[in-house]
């Protein structure tokens, strides 16, 4: 079976950040203020020059910006990128361009030069509203600048507003998490992230853990309650940490969920491309110095790796069961290229067992009980 060409996305790293977050797991690198970014931007738009020909004239549905902490580039800068890209790629008319931002490095002014520069989406990491737990959590930042950001944001011009919230903090109870999804709807943001610490593998957190986080009974209580909060304040849920407001969910990670296309500039940078006759996964060497060099010297970085058909209905099965949504038996054959057959042999056992269920015709979506067991279920569809 040929599969169709799903839609096409573009993701930008820029690995820097101020200072690390104890939690964080993402390839990101202590630089602040002494970041060369003039050298980087240099080396992304060679890798443009390189992505572009992945694109073969297909429109890009979004772009997005992601570290690191993007916003220690200035707007200027961000233009530049923005500008290079345009010249390489077509954009689709009402494209989403998303920039991860950081409270501590948005100086004033700053959001209505990123609104010029093309950014149309800010996504900025809030994480806490209550400083103590901010400051455990390693951030620059205060609550304070979290209103201030998000208000200078929006005075400038942008309707589309995210705030990451965190939950399950250490010595952090119910009410508390629910004060901080409260504080965060005072903002009016257009949409909310709200996901749960996690102890990642090399990070600080996972070698020293933090005293008081919360076990899983109260875990559970803390995401039942915000996630009836969040609806009842206007936000819809419609994947596993994803809120929104009618209008305004995340055009980028919907097309991930939805085993889209993207291709990807940066330092450790993913993407996967589609064609009639394979499903491809490449990466970007992750160090920023050996990236740059790399990209300098013209040696080739990131070559696509078909994916075997024995793993594509994992990886089609891990994204879209974290859909709320759900999704249908069609767009698993066009996006895969395998029969429903296969699809339809595997869904016995999860169904058996009460982890998942139809919900239309042809169409599946976990239940709650496999929803709050998601990496079980997902476990279900590895490679036999």
Not at 44 to 56: C, R, V, Y
Not at 263 to 285: E, L, N
Request: glycine residues 8%; aromatic residues 8%.
């Amino acid at each position: 079976m040929r599969r169709e060409i799903p839609p096409l996305s573009l993701y930008v790293h820029l690995p820097w950040c101020v200072r690390k977050c104890p939690y964080c797991d993402f390839n990101s690198h202590t630089a602040g203020n002494s970041a060369p970014r003039g050298r980087y931007l240099e080396a992304l738009l060679i890798d443009l020059e390189n992505e572009a020909a992945f694109a073969t004239g297909r429109p890009l549905i979004s772009i997005f910006l992601g570290g690191g902490t993007p916003s220690l580039f200035s707007p200027d800068e961000i233009a530049q990128l923005l500008d290079a890209i345009d010249r390489r790629f077509t954009l689709a008319d009402d494209i989403e361009v998303t920039m991860e931002a950081n409270p501590g490095t948005v100086e004033c002014g700053k959001c209505s030069g990123y609104l010029r520069a093309g950014i149309n989406r800010l996504s900025i990491g809030a994480q806490s509203f209550d400083d103590a737990s901010l400051a455990t959590l390693g951030r620059i930042h205060t609550s304070g600048d979290i209103a201030r950001v998000v208000g200078e944001a929006q005075d400038a011009g942008f309707e589309n507003v995210n705030l990451d919230l965190m939950y399950a903090l250490p010595g952090q109870d119910a009410g508390a998490a629910l004060d901080d999804i409260e504080a965060a709807v005072q903002l009016n943001p257009a949409h909310i992230s709200w996901y749960q610490l996690t102890l990642e593998p090399n990070t600080v957190f996972h070698s020293r853990p933090p005293d008081g986080l919360p076990d899983d009974e109260l875990c559970y209580d803390i995401q039942t309650h915000g996630q009836a909060l969040l609806d009842e304040r206007g936000f819809q849920q419609y994947e596993v940490s994803a809120y929104a407001r009618d209008g305004y969910p995340c055009v980028h990670n919907l097309n991930y969920w939805s085993f889209g296309d993207y291709v990807a500039v940066g330092a450790g940078a993913h993407g996967k491309i589609s064609s009639r006759d394979a499903v491809c996964r490449y990466a970007k060497v992750a160090h920023p110095q050996q990236y740059m060099a790399s990209m300098e010297r013209g040696i080739p970085n990131g070559t696509p790796q078909a994916l075997a058909e024995r793993d594509l209905l994992f990886e089609f099965m891990i994204n879209a069961l974290r859909l709320n949504a759900g999704f249908d038996e069609q767009l698993f054959e066009a996006r895969t290229g395998l029969s429903r057959d296969a699809l339809r042999q595997r869904l016995q056992a999860p169904l058996q067992e009460g982890l998942i269920a139809p919900v239309a015709e042809n169409v599946w979506r976990p239940t709650p009980m496999g929803r709050r067991f998601l990496n079980d279920l997902q476990e279900i569809f590895l490679p036999e």
